[in-house]
């Protein structure tokens, strides 16, 4: 690995070519940890992070957020990075109406909407690996998942049509076009490491103009590595040609961007031996 002033850029044909070397399965996203507690620890500790932020997205009854009777707005979350559909299912279906899936590697997105489309004639079940048998209100269409494929350095959340094609749609049908409609979450996980810090800025620029209001949020939720003595550091894996930050990298990426930082934590619960885990909460400067 390499790191300071002459670390490599990531280099998006070799990330997705190694990418597409791997299994479509939870096994092959998470780098052989599908079959443990990372992916039920990831997801839970991941829903209680946006449910701390948006108390009002929780189906259920709470002194921070009662029931509402009255009919509200249908809530949209975007799912970059997003592999098979796992952060789909058992992070955000459970919390929100509709979701935007974008996953660059054909394969990988090819598998999520199988298991979307093989999900509209199912009923979700839920155990400690997740949702079992369906994904969350696709097979009774209250809920929806469209399917985009598109590296992040081509996409723009306020516009998917410009770059990139809609593969398919589950559950729940709009009477009109919401394609362009704006997201409450911008999800984003285990894959900013494949943008440069100049294309990690201009995206993150592009998702602000993507939020609908100032309470939506982008999650950014990646790997750290350590700090340098002097500060910030970055390092590079020539396996996958991705980049993994430090905590000071991020935090200078996100001012460059203009976004505030309004929560962060680590995720705990992870298996030993790997990199640490923090989730960043942002929302644009008011």
């Not at 070397?21 to 990831?42: E, I, K, N, Y």
């Not at 770059?163 to 409450?184: C, H, I, K, N, Q």
Request: hydrophobic share 35%; glycine share 8%.
């Amino acid at each position: 690995m390499a790191s300071s002033s002459d670390v490599p850029e990531p280099d998006l044909k070799d990330g997705i070519e190694y990418w597409s070397t791997q299994p479509a399965s939870l096994d092959g996203v998470l780098g052989g940890f599908g079959s443990g507690s990372l992916p039920r620890v990831d997801a839970l500790g991941s829903r209680q992070f946006l449910m701390n932020l948006l108390p009002e997205l929780s189906t259920v009854p709470s002194t921070l957020r009662p029931l509402q009777t009255h009919k509200s707005m249908r809530t949209r979350a975007l799912d970059v990075g997003a592999g098979i559909g796992r952060v789909t299912a058992d992070v955000l279906l459970p919390l929100v109406s509709d979701v935007v899936l974008l996953e660059p590697v054909e394969r990988f997105i090819n598998e999520a909407l199988a298991r979307g489309n093989a999900s509209v004639g199912l009923t979700a079940s839920h155990d400690e690996s997740g949702y079992k048998n369906g994904w969350p209100g696709i097979a009774d269409r209250s809920k929806s998942v469209s399917f985009y494929q598109a590296p992040l350095q081509d996409f723009d959340p306020s516009r998917p049509h410009e770059s990139t094609r809609l593969l398919g749609r589950v559950g729940f049908s709009p009477l009109e076009d919401d394609a362009e409609s704006r997201f409450d979450v911008i999800w984003c996980q285990w894959c900013l490491g494949h943008l440069s810090d100049v294309d990690l800025v201009d995206f993150l620029k592009r998702s602000q103009s993507a939020l609908r209001g100032p309470r939506s949020l982008i999650v950014v939720k990646e790997n750290l590595c350590s700090e340098h003595d002097e500060g910030p550091r970055t390092v590079f894996d020539e396996q996958d040609s991705s980049l993994t930050r430090s905590d000071g990298a991020y935090k200078n990426i996100f001012a460059e961007a203009g976004l505030s930082l309004v929560r962060e934590q680590v995720q705990h619960g992870l298996p030993a031996g790997l990199y640490p885990v923090k989730m960043y909460a942002l929302r644009r400067l008011k």
